[in-house]
T-cell receptor, first 114, second 113 residues
Framework: DTGVSQDPRHKITKRGQNVTFRCDPISEHNRLYWYRQTLGQGPEFLTYFQNEAQLEKSRLLSDRFSAERPKGSFSTLEIQRTEQGDSAMYLC????????????FGNGTRLTVT | DQQVKQNSPSLSVQEGRISILNCDYTNSMFDYFLWYKKYPAEGPTFLIS?????DKNEDGRFTVFLNKSAKHLSLHIVPSQPGDSAVYFCAASSGGSNYKLTFGKGTLLTVNP
């Protein structure tokens, strides 16, 4: 079990630029989740995939955000035209497809928009 | 509107004593509750969970208690160890699935040797 892997660990970008993050889930996990955590807050749900299908998106996920999970393996989260308010820790998690199976989180990608 | 509240930002206890972390929720649709632990520069790690059909779940040194009428849950750590020092997040979900978790703001636990 190599755990959930996220890349990069840190990203500094200028306002208006596009950024893309990658998440590699635990290999036998068919569910993948993206959460966002800002300073002093708990993680907030962004979106969820079962295999390659994106099943739910939060209202937090504006049209500048897009997530994909081609072939049901790794996932990417892209933010277009970044804003300073996008600065946060972006967490990826995965789980097996059983109700009540716990989410396994990666170490996150910290985004700073200057 | 914060649906999961952890009113104590921090807690300090002595090694070997009991740590009690509290969590309140407002959404009566929540039926599954979890605790996660987070060390600096790492993602949250699952600790223990409880379904609303139970009022207690135990796993080693960790016990979670659920009081549905009060919409309150607590995590007990006995005995506390210095390695338990971390931020603890309470989380909740509804509909029998834990994919869409609502987290509290967390409580920083410090266990002093």
């Amino acid at each position: 079990d190599t755990g959930v892997s996220q890349d990069p660990r840190h990203k500094i970008t200028k306002r208006g630029q596009n950024v893309t993050f990658r998440c590699d889930p635990i290999s036998e996990h068919n569910r993948l989740y993206w959460y966002r955590q800002t300073l002093g807050q708990g993680p907030e749900f962004l979106t969820y995939f079962q295999n390659e299908a994106q099943l739910e998106k939060s209202r937090l996920l504006s049209d500048r955000f897009s997530a994909e999970r081609p072939k049901g393996s790794f996932s990417t989260l892209e933010i277009q035209r970044t804003e300073q308010g996008d600065s946060a820790m972006y967490l990826c998690a995965s789980s097996v497809g059983i109700l009540s199976s716990p989410l396994h989180f990666g170490n996150g990608t910290r985004l700073t928009v200057t | 509107d914060q649906q999961v509240k952890q009113n104590s930002p921090s807690l300090s206890v002595q090694e070997g004593r009991i740590s009690i972390l509290n969590c309140d929720y407002t959404n009566s649709m929540f039926d599954y509750f979890l605790w996660y632990k987070k060390y600096p520069a790492e993602g949250p790690t699952f600790l223990i969970s409880i379904s609303s059909i139970k009022d207690k779940n135990e796993d080693g040194r960790f016990t979670v208690f659920l009081n549905k009428s009060a919409k309150h849950l607590s995590l007990h750590i006995v005995p506390s160890q210095p390695g338990d020092s971390a931020v603890y997040f309470c989380a909740a979900s509804s509909g029998g699935s834990n994919y869409k978790l609502t987290f509290g703001k967390g409580t920083l636990l410090t266990v002093n040797p």
